[in-house]
């Protein structure tokens, strides 16, 4: 069973950047499609972004299109998630997951491994 550790989360004001990262054990990180998902506080946990095997294929909710960024580094095992022009809404809990789905759903039920989660929080 992979082991996946998110970083990177943090206080930021609106309008702030913030890099997430997740650290993946074992050697078949580059043969799986990574998902980003996040929960706010008494909210259901939503699909973030997504990002195919290589970095040839990323997919992001409506509410953060043009605002982030997924990108891989496949020869250090890590998925990343750039947070530019962040917003009070985007406070959360920030989680990695790991799909078998050839083209990543945005449903996390579609997920076998997951991190711990790192917390974002925008103030406003």
């Known amino acids: 069973q992979v082991q996946l550790v998110e970083s990177g989360g943090g206080l930021v004001q609106a309008g702030g950047s913030l890099r997430l990262s997740c650290a993946a054990s074992?050697?078949?990180?580059?043969?799986?499609?990574m998902g980003w998902f996040r929960q706010a506080p008494g909210k259901e946990r939503e699909f973030v972004g997504a990002i195919g095997r290589s970095s040839g294929s990323t997919y992001y909710a409506d509410s953060v299109k043009g605002r982030f960024t997924i990108s891989r580094d496949n020869a250090k095992n890590t998925v990343y998630l750039q947070m530019n022009s962040l917003k009070p809404e985007d406070t959360a809990i920030y989680y990695c997951?790991?799909?078998?789905?050839?083209?990543?759903?945005?449903?996390?039920?579609?997920?076998?491994?997951w991190g711990q989660g790192t917390q974002v929080t925008v103030s406003s």
């Open positions: 074992g050697r078949t990180f580059s043969t799986y499609p």
């Open positions: 997951a790991r799909t078998k789905y050839a083209i990543p759903p945005r449903y996390d039920s579609a997920y076998d491994s």
